[in-house]
């Protein structure tokens, strides 16, 4: 089976952007691929994070992971900072990364605009995340739009290794679903919805209540039009909140222009609600099942157990490769 590498850093609420860009299509690939699935904790600490927030949330990420249906006994489900090779291998890559590269990473610009200091580990963050995939020989990495550019250095980095030292790493290929990949922000459809948002009311998180839910979609902005059509271009508002509809329920989009011909938004966003809400019900009582029977924690152990086996045999022959002197 081809091996699959992919993680969402615990900084904020998974959202259900995250649930339909990212977590469901992970559903899919475990049943055919060998996966791993990582809580990015390591790369969570490149800004400030409050430790018992860190703590708290990755332990919640984790936990949506299995309430929404991973099988850890399909699929590697752990904290990155778990498996020690992580770093240890980031750290290798990181002396085979130009400076160049890593100025031009767009998340870098974005994250270090207009701060007095910058820290080093934002800097350094895509050599650690190249560690991440190449530690487990990762044939595929599903990665959304704003993480190709991670991965295209990942795969020069590899390439670097592999002429310099020898054939050793697998060239990754990313794998970006073609539908539901980018769920836009519910005050502003120009930007993705984001976790990590302090305006509470451009993302709806999995684990609102479901009165929060509705809320939050009867406040979604549209435009001053009435006509409930897909149309990006002109309405991207009201298409993202069409697209999130038809995510949540498996109608097509025709269907949907169709079911609210010659209706106004009104009747729209509260069948929207309705639809998101039943969407999550589900996972979040399974998600409080979780938390409460302590069943995380074995979970995650077994989960670093055996990704270190597969981690610490890729950073043992890379180590090699390089000329470290084996641990007697």
């Known amino acids: 089976m081809k091996r699959v590498l992919s993680g969402i850093q615990p900084s904020g609420n998974l959202t259900i952007g995250n649930y339909i ?11 055919d691929h060998a996966c791993n699935f990582m809580v990015v904790d ?17 332990e919640a990420v984790a936990a949506l992971y299995i309430a929404s249906g991973i099988d850890p006994s399909k699929a590697n489900v752990f904290l990155q900072s778990h498996v020690p090779q992580h770093a240890q291998l980031g750290w290798m890559l990181t002396t085979l990364t130009a400076m160049g590269e890593l100025e031009r990473m767009t998340q870098y610009k974005d994250k270090s605009q207009g701060k007095d200091s ?11 995340m190249a560690a991440d995939i190449l530690l487990y020989q990762a044939d595929l990495v599903p990665v959304g739009e704003d993480q190709k550019q991670h991965l295209e250095l990942t795969r020069d980095l590899a390439g670097r290794f592999n002429h310099k030292y020898g054939e050793f790493f697998t060239i990754p290929e990313p794998l970006i679903p073609k539908v539901g990949a980018r769920i836009m922000s519910l005050d502003d459809a120009s ?15 999995m ?3 479901p009165d929060v839910i509705r809320k939050k979609l009867s406040r979604a902005t549209t435009d001053s039009g009435r006509e409930v059509k897909y149309d990006p271009s002109t309405k991207r508002e009201v298409s993202n909140l069409i697209e999130i509809y038809s995510q949540s329920t498996g109608l097509s989009i025709a269907d949907i222009e169709q079911r609210y011909e010659g209706q106004m938004y009104g009747p729209f966003k509260k069948d929207l609600g309705e639809a998101v ?16 029977s302590g069943e995380l924690k074995q979970i995650l152990r ?3 157990e055996r990704a270190e086996i597969i981690a610490e045999q890729t950073l043992k022959g890379a180590q090699d490769l390089m000329g470290f002197v084996p641990r007697g």
């Open 207 to 209: 684990l609102d209540t």
């Open 21 to 31: 860009g990212a977590i469901r299509n992970f559903l899919e690939l475990q049943h």
């Open 277 to 292: 809400v039943a969407l999550l019900e589900p996972i979040q009582q399974r998600y409080h099942e979780i938390r409460k």
């Open 191 to 205: 930007n993705k919805m984001s976790k990590s948002s302090p305006v509470a009311g451009s993302f709806i998180s």
């Open 118 to 128: 910058i820290g080093a580990g934002l800097f350094v963050y895509p050599s650690l």
């Open 302 to 304: 077994q989960g670093a």
């Open 42 to 58: 390591l790369h969570a600490i490149t800004v400030a994070q409050d430790p018992a927030s860190l703590r708290e949330q990755s």
